[in-house]
């Protein structure tokens, strides 16, 4: 919509209030609400808040201002407005663009800044006009999650009526049909009791013009479920994301239930992964189809995947940016730790997908990161990671065509990881950037707060905690 049409849509709906949302920088949607009428009674769109936006204070916000700095300004973008799925009141919910109120250029670390100007580097490089992303993403509904961490205790608490640790517990009655561990993938009801509530959520999801694809019980026990979205540009993808995580927890609330995009919530069962489909096309012609390539893909996409490959350590920093992301990505177990590219093969990071031999339909899979992540920021830093492959010829070498977690020892030892922990992918990110500030997408300022935020909020938070295992481990020496 335009601003007009928003103003039109208004009052033809009878909106009542009208819902600001932005993202702080670790990933999570902020907002503020105001009367409708202080929209259409006030502004044009010629002025008021579609051109001189709103003020707020971005000292309170994640990786945002310091004090002494702390005025910003959010200017509506039109095309994002929606009627809000969740709220009972009419409320419609608008994405912003977040501004510096002196200068009027739009602010760095604004994550969907990052994302637009990743889109227009892509189109200045010649290589493609733009890129498609489907983002597989996969959460789990719990009916109860406690946790606590002060000066003498530490825990935490899931618990699912679906879970197969409650197979002897006392329901009155307990009707059984529990997924077993890693057993959960695709069994119909009543095995997956959450059937109806995936339903809801896809509904819903649709309504509010996100395209669904198809949805379905994920790996493990204990209610994990995987929604997949039809592929969209960048930018438009992390709106929906975005939406997306918004729509899942709060349908999951509605049924006293609770969602986690948490990516390693359950020991010893599958964490929750984000396989992200990519493809770059220019003039409409898909750049990484060949007809006579290795699983039909053009030596771009080659070059691409090298690209991804050489600089995961660094781009996992943003990708798998959470020191519980790790937790998941631990060699030997079922989860993308190998460098290394393969059609149809799991085991790789990166998965070229054979379906179909669509020629529009021809993309890559990378298959490391998680819903941790920054959506804009982490689909930006791939398509970043993939263009300076292009750019700089990096080959992938050969594929391995052969499941990477049995490997003989001596060929196992010839294959690269990813990094085991967030310190060591952060430590990679400070030294290898340089991809992601090409045509200023990332700045300086990014790069050096991101890290300063994951190191002291969370990293050394951790570091400092004693751990509820070590107490079995070492109480007794």
Request: with cysteine; net charge negative.
């Amino acid at each position: 919509m335009t601003p007009e049409e928003v103003l039109a849509f208004i009052k033809q709906n009878n909106i009542q209030i009208v819902d600001l949302k932005f993202n702080d920088l670790p990933g999570l949607w902020q907002h503020f609400s105001m009367p409708a009428g202080e929209l259409t009674d006030v502004d044009t769109p010629t002025r008021g808040i579609w051109v001189d936006g709103i003020g707020f204070d971005g000292s309170s916000i994640r990786g945002f201002k310091q004090i002494q700095e702390s005025d910003m300004l959010l200017i509506p973008d039109a095309q994002t407005a929606v009627i809000d799925p969740i709220c009972q009141i009419p409320t419609l919910s608008i994405i912003c663009d977040i501004y510096d109120p002196l200068t009027k250029q739009p602010f760095t670390r604004d994550p969907r800044y990052i994302a637009k100007k990743a889109e227009k580097y892509l189109k200045s490089t010649g290589i493609a006009d733009v890129s498609y992303w489907g983002p597989e993403m996969e959460f789990f509904i719990f009916d109860d999650i406690r946790y606590e961490q002060n000066q003498r205790c530490g825990f935490y608490f899931v618990d699912s009526v679906e879970a197969d640790w409650n197979t002897g517990k006392e329901e009155n009655p307990n009707l059984g049909y529990k997924p077993r561990y890693k057993e959960g993938y695709f069994p119909t009801p009543p095995h997956d009791t959450f059937q109806d509530i995936r339903s809801e959520i896809v509904l819903t999801m649709i309504k509010s013009g996100i395209p669904i694809e198809v949805h379905h019980h994920e790996v493990a026990t204990a209610g994990q479920g995987e929604i997949d979205m039809k592929f969209d540009s960048l930018a438009r993808m992390g709106d929906k994301m975005m939406l997306y995580k918004y729509i899942v927890k709060n349908i999951a609330r509605k049924h006293n239930k609770v969602a986690t995009f948490m990516p390693k919530p359950i020991f010893e069962d599958n964490g929750s992964g984000m396989h992200v489909h990519q493809s770059l096309f220019k003039g409409g012609e898909n750049v990484c189809f060949d007809p006579n390539g290795y699983a039909l893909i053009s030596q771009t996409a080659k070059y691409y995947i090298g690209g991804l490959l050489k600089h995961s350590a660094s781009l996992l920093a943003l990708a798998a940016p959470t020191t519980n992301s790790y937790r998941r990505l631990v060699p030997g177990f079922e989860a993308p730790v190998n460098l290394v590219y393969s059609a149809r093969n799991r085991s790789a990071c990166v998965r070229i997908p054979v379906y179909t031999d669509n020629p529009r339909a021809k993309r890559i899979e990378y298959r490391p990161p998680d819903n941790s992540c920054n959506g804009y920021m982490a689909l930006a830093a791939m398509l970043m990671a993939g263009l300076d492959g292009i750019k700089n010829q990096i080959d992938p070498g050969e594929p391995l065509d052969k499941d990477s977690y049995h490997l003989a020892p001596e060929e196992a030892a010839k294959i690269q990881t990813v990094p085991s922990s967030l310190g060591e992918a952060l430590d990679a990110l400070e030294q290898d950037h340089d991809y992601l500030l090409k045509g200023d997408v990332f700045t300086a300022d990014v790069i050096e707060t991101w890290l300063e935020y994951k190191r002291s909020k969370e990293l050394d938070a951790l570091r400092l905690r004693p751990h509820p295992y070590e107490f079995y481990l070492y109480s007794d020496i």
